[in-house]
């Protein structure tokens, strides 16, 4: 069981901070931001403009195990820690300049809503800060879900995207093991709340840093020293140069005595005492192979200069190194910062590539106006379909990315080419892989049968060799999943493209 300062609200603390939060009431919503909270949770900051004449309020609603909480922050997000993607963006466009009407908590229960109201209609945020990962959903004035953090999957429900939204049966928090109707944050409540928390996620966020960094430190580290070591290698034989032209001397000096075809020749040594034996190339003349070991002296000797100044840079780069792994070892003290800015300026880190401002509309992606049948997974993802050989080309050969998800009917069967956009390093979870699947079966000949074989890889793993005809290609680690009959799913993911049915 988690020590007190290890857990999350309970139902009593819970209650006690919406009762707080009620005063935010009436505000309007300026932004509604999703955030990859610490340990890569699911979190969402609301921004409130209570009154004209009043500073903006950030609201978090922070999920996933010890870390839950929905409070009000002192804590600013930076562009990187918001979440991007349909679910993100669908939650900001419906919630940015809505009011905030309600906010309700469930009595005993770690659960709370939201409610808005918006020019499109009535809309709820529920919020659950039970299970390892809590969860979020954004529900339409039927309570229908619209998105949500995550889709869910167990022994007692299942929720999707277009599936009406309905909790888990009860759980009272004093039915649990060890859990108290007392709480352990004193008035103000909400300061409390959040002076706690945001103390244990900037802990766990900074190891987290602290590790990342040591782990790049340490490879930087290795391969400076394996090049610090392969420039003494070859400063070593430079060294061995003037030995080269010594053996090419006495090479041309003996020449006349060698016989051809020779594979080695003995001779006295420089300084007359005894005779050594050189090692000859048979098919090459002595002559040809004292010149080539001339060559390689100069070469050698030229390079000497560049290599003791290559040397010096390496070992002052790995001395740097020594540094920064010596301040990660320090202990409390670490200059993280210092660290990362050391880490960053030898190119050993990479570069932060977001430049989109933390609560501003995003920019449109190219994949907002495309040609092909669009659709919408239960988790996010945009799913695409050909709509003919001509587009089912364009869509896999130069529309989709190598690390997308590309799928088509089995057995020779004709139908569209379907591609799943997936972010980098993501891969399709089980239920993005059968609604992907269940439109590769209806946009194709095998439509209306119940029971189906779809094959699916990545993109990079499809060509196209010269001379097939129009939507031809040649799939290579190929998959098969089996597709069976699911009107449901069909129809949520049909309502999701205004030109799903043409």
Known sequence: MPTPAARGLTAAELALAIEDLRVLCSATVLDAVALIGTGAHNDVLLVLQPDADKQKVF?????????????????????????????????????????????????????????????????????????????????????????????????????????????????????????????????????????????????????????????????????????????????????????????????????????????????????????????????????????????KARRLDDGREMTEQRLATAEQDLAALDEIAAMLQSGSDVDLEHARAQLLSRGLLPKDKSTQPLGKPRKKSPDDHVPFRRFTSAEGYAIFVGRNNNQNDELTMRFANGNDLWLHVGGGRPGSHVVVRLPRQKTASLETLLDAATLAVYYSKSRGEPRIDVVYTFRKNVRKPKGLPPGAVVPTLTKTVTVLADDKRLSRLLASSATSRD
């Open 59 to 295: 609201v978090h609603i922070a999920l996933g195990g010890t870390r839950a909480r929905v409070t009000t922050t002192q804590r600013r997000f930076g562009r990187e820690a918001r979440a991007r993607g349909p679910g993100p963006d669908l939650l900001q466009r419906e919630l940015q300049d809505a009011t905030l009407r309600s906010i309700e908590v469930t009595d005993g229960e770690r659960r709370c809503t939201f409610g808005f109201d918006t020019a499109a209609g009535e809309r709820r945020l529920a919020v659950e800060l039970f299970s390892a990962r809590g969860l979020w959903v954004l529900c339409d004035a039927q309570g229908v879900a619209m998105t949500m953090s995550r889709a869910v999957t167990t022994a007692v429900r299942t929720l999707r995207r277009g599936d009406v939204y309905v909790p888990p049966p009860p759980v009272a928090d004093a039915a649990k093991p060890g859990a108290t109707a007392t709480t352990r944050f004193a008035p103000p409540v909400l300061t409390s709340i959040d002076e706690h928390f945001t103390s244990l996620d900037l802990d766990k966020e900074q190891q987290k840093s602290h590790e990342a960094l040591h782990l790049a430190t340490a490879r930087a580290h290795k391969q400076a020293r394996n090049k610090v070591q392969g420039m003494h290698r070859q400063l070593d034989n430079v060294e061995r140069s003037q030995e080269m032209r010594n053996t090419a001397d006495l090479m041309l000096a003996y020449a006349h005595s060698v016989p051809r075809g020779a594979s080695s020749m003995e001779v006295p040594s420089l300084d007359g005492a005894a005779n050594i034996t050189i090692q000859l190339d048979a098919a090459k003349p002595v002559t040809v192979q004292a010149n080539q070991l001339y060559d």
